[in-house]
């Protein structure tokens, strides 16, 4: 067995932040190594033997505190590890940091990239940001970039989800008292973000044109977006301000914090995606294949890096920034359940062919032990 440090933000609940959500179920499920996770004095349910627990940070916060502890903790620790494995979004400032100054001298080191932030810097950048030993990303298309840069070390590996976890279930109804809905409604969910990715105006447009002309609908529309920073928290409460004008609020819910996502997902019965873009997320966002693996309908935007992950059996696609077509095929789906029922269906099979976890952990585990 090999001595593995996953380097993360604090690994705490809820596990409702991609990044977090990711290494603490690949660390529950990798079991042929020793692995360390980086957490807080709050102890991690579910983890098998092989995982041990370092609580170096004071609180689960990741801001400028946790990460002078995280930055002292790897300087201090550089060498205590036969494999590093970085696992997180690398920028010119925390590669430079950790390159220079806290990057093992002894052991092998892994970074899982996320997404590649081409649109922030230069090809020169990114090769310096690389450092790793060997590079892990989440789709083809990011693994062709790399490689066209001259990197030669990388692997593609898709994300993985616990299937157990996401799976199809009921309604719940504590989820519904939470949005305000009975089962009567028909549930849209928006689980994406108010400032980033381009969709929170056209959505807003899109409602409430609907709602003020349909009056007698049973459809409800839920903003279910953490709430990350002051810009969140201004544009939601922009948004509520803006459905309370036009008197639609009514039709309207927000969840900013959902500690079981699957229970949302379940309780929903269509998903939309219709981002404009990707800027500063994941290449594969969790919430639609955790929507898919729950077997729902998903509604995404057609960018072109969803097609490694959608197709028509297994989702509907509409033109970026479309609210006309946002909003007809909403209604589509809601009049043609068996539609609904038929996406849902694929979508799950196709999480069991290419997104389960079990096979994610084989696939690093294979790598942890060419290193």
Not at 60 to 81: P, Q
Not at 253 to 280: C, E, K, R, W
Not at 321 to 336: A, H, T
């Amino acid at each position: 067995m090999k001595k593995i440090l996953l380097v993360t933000r604090p690994l705490v609940p809820p596990w409702d932040e991609a990044s977090k959500n990711f290494a603490y179920f690949l660390g529950r499920e990798v079991r042929n190594n020793e692995l360390t996770l980086l957490t807080t004095k709050e102890k991690l349910a579910g983890l098998p033997q092989t995982v041990s627990e370092e609580a170096i940070f004071s609180t689960g916060h990741f801001n400028l505190r946790t990460k002078l502890e995280l930055f002292c903790y790897l300087r201090k620790n550089r060498d205590a590890f036969d494999i590093t494995h970085y696992l997180f979004t690398p920028t010119k400032q925390n590669a430079a940091i950790i390159n220079y100054f806290a990057k093992p001298t002894r052991g092998k080191t892994i970074q899982t990239i996320a997404t590649l932030r081409d649109d922030l810097y230069t090809p020169t950048e990114l090769k310096k940001m690389f450092f790793a030993d060997h590079l892990v990303v989440y789709t083809d298309r990011s693994k062709e970039k790399l490689n066209k840069l001259g990197l030669t070390n990388v692997t593609r590996i898709y994300p993985g989800i616990d299937l157990n976890r996401y799976q199809p279930q009921s309604k719940n109804p504590d989820v519904l008292t939470k949005l305000h809905c009975t089962n009567e409604h028909f549930i849209v969910i928006y689980p994406g973000e108010y400032v980033r990715l381009g969709a929170t105006d056209m959505l807003v447009e899109a409602w409430i044109d609907f709602f003020q002309k349909h009056p007698s609908t049973n459809i409800r529309f839920i903003f279910a977006c953490r709430i990350k920073n002051d810009a969140d928290a201004a544009k939601k409460e922009e948004v509520r301000k803006r459905f309370q004008r036009a008197n639609v609020l009514k039709y309207i819910s927000f969840s900013d914090t959902i500690t079981d996502m699957a229970a949302l997902y379940n309780t929903a019965d269509l998903i939309i995606f219709p981002v404009h873009d990707l800027q500063g997320k994941f290449d594969v966002p969790l919430v639609i294949i955790e929507a898919y693996a729950c077997g729902k309908p998903v509604i995404l935007s057609d960018l072109e890096q969803f097609r490694e992950f959608s197709n028509d059996a297994i989702c509907v696609t509409i033109p970026r920034g479309s609210k006309e077509q946002c909003i007809e095929k909403i209604l589509y789906l809601k009049d043609n359940p068996e539609k609904r029922v038929s996406l849902g269906e694929q979508a799950r099979h196709f999480m069991e062919q290419h997104f389960d976890l079990k096979n994610t952990a084989k696939q690093y585990e294979n790598i942890y032990s060419s290193l």
